[in-house]
Structure formats: C-alpha cells, structure tokens
Nanobody, 117 residues
C-alpha cells in the first residue's frame, strides 16, 4: 500500500508561480517501482493528465502545460514536485498526485489551485 499527500496549492494571479509537492509513504518497495504523475480536474470536466515521470526518469507533459510546468522527484525523500510557472486562469483545478505500480493507481486527496486576479 502507498499513501500520497499533496501540498502547496493556493490562489495565485495570472502569470504567477506555484510549487506543488507530493509525499509518499507506505511500502518502500512499491514506492521505488512507482511511476509518478500529476492530474487535474476542473469543475465540470474530466480528470486529465498534467505531467508524468516514469521510473527511468522520462517525462511527458500535456500540451497545454509544456514549457511552463516541470515535474521532478527526489527518490531519497520519496517526494515529487510540480513547478508551475506562467500560470493561466485555465490552470485552475484540483490537482491530484498519482502513483502507479503493479497495475494499481494510488491517489492523493487533491489540492486546489486557483489562478485569478
């Protein structure tokens, strides 16, 4: 079992930056094998992939965030971060940390990001 806890959401003006963090706890064996990701869900919309980092370090990003968001992980601390720059109102959503291992998805509770002037 793996537990994920996000932090770092909040209210920011357009053009601003936020940094989200996700801390994993539980099975170290599973955490070390996990691919990590960030998803988001805006009101009335489906949850969508924002960014993902695979075990080998490869990453992929949604087209809407390429060049603005950066995903990274710290294996020693079992944490993952999402640095979000040049934020836009359309980035407003609840952001969820995701871990995938052994055919199982693990989710955090979500953190609200609101981009508004």
């Amino acid at each position: 079992q793996v537990q994920l806890v996000e932090s770092g959401g909040g209210l920011v003006q357009p053009g601003g930056s936020l940094r989200l963090s996700c801390a994993a706890s539980g099975s170290i064996f599973s955490i070390n094998l996990m691919s990590w990701g960030w998803y988001r869900q805006a009101p009335g919309k489906q949850r969508e992939l924002v960014a993902r980092m695979f075990r080998g370090g490869n990453t992929n990003y949604a087209d809407s965030v390429k060049g603005r968001f950066t995903i990274s992980r710290d294996n020693a601390k079992n944490t993952m971060t999402l640095q979000m720059n040049s934020l836009k109102p359309e980035d407003t959503a609840v952001y969820y940390c995701n871990g995938f291992v052994g055919g199982t998805n693990y989710w955090g509770q979500g953190t609200q990001v609101t981009v508004s002037s």
